[in-house]
């Protein structure tokens, strides 16, 4: 079954602080992977998107990294921000179909 | 901005009735999805248009359709609504298939009363 599971499912860091959220997939064949960032109410806003080839990948403060062969995948935010506090949600598409398969978020909260 | 647009941003009404959401994809974007987003939930994938047609089904309810137009803008159309319909309604677009870019829309929030 194609699934795509996050952890944690929340997390509280204070500010300055750096932080890692995982993401292990199920989903084949494997397209590529995308990180969003969705603030309370709002679109999800894209922060990466990586394909088979790619094994990191940086915006900013946030970097992505891709193993294709444990089919997992890390968002490691750097320094954080209180504008960090949003949920971060990992989606995986598969290959020869156009749909996405959504993560159920980490919900992270910055404190300062 | 992400360029698409969805309308209205609210929309309250009562059980039973039926409503119609509107999106704009960002210009060029062919592909338009549709998302239900239940509060505290995660985004649930409904449907998916590209280039005027249908091209992947999700958990869609039968009491709920869709449709791509000719200049690419997308209504999502909701009836006999529920209570638990009440949530987020997401578009995005993206220029072609799933090795593109998807851009969100800011959504509709309808609460069903």
């Known amino acids: 079954k194609n699934q795509v599971e996050q952890s944690p499912q929340s997390l509280i860091i204070l500010e300055g602080k750096n932080c890692t959220l995982q993401c292990n997939y199920t989903v084949s064949p494997f397209s590529n992977l995308r990180w969003y960032k969705q603030d309370t109410g709002r679109g999800p806003v894209s922060l990466t998107i990586?394909?088979?080839?790619?094994n990191t990948k940086s915006n900013g403060r946030y970097t992505a990294t891709l193993d294709a062969d444990t089919k997992q995948s890390s968002l490691h935010i750097t320094a954080s921000q209180l504008s960090d506090s949003a949920s971060y949600i990992c989606v995986v598409s598969r290959r020869n179909t156009d749909k996405l398969i959504f993560g159920t978020g980490t919900r992270l909260q910055v404190f300062p | 901005d992400s360029g698409v647009t969805q309308t209205p941003k609210h929309l309250i009404t009562a059980t039973g009735q039926r409503v119609t959401l509107r999106c704009s994809p960002r210009?060029?974007?062919?592909?338009v999805y549709w998302y239900q987003q239940s509060l505290d939930q995660g985004l649930q994938f409904l449907i998916q248009?590209?280039?005027?047609?249908?091209?992947a089904k999700g958990n869609i309810l039968e009491r709920f359709s869709a449709q791509q137009f000719p200049d690419l803008h997308s209504e999502l159309n909701l009836s006999s609504l529920e209570l638990g319909d009440s949530a987020l309604y997401f578009c995005?677009?993206?220029?072609?298939?799933?090795?593109?870019?998807?851009?969100f829309g800011q959504g509709t929030r309808l609460t069903v009363v």
């Open positions: 995005a677009s993206s220029v072609a298939t799933s090795n593109t870019e998807a851009f």
């Open positions: 210009s060029g974007d062919l592909s």
């Open positions: 248009y590209y280039n005027g047609e249908e091209r």
């Open positions: 990586m394909t088979f080839s790619e």
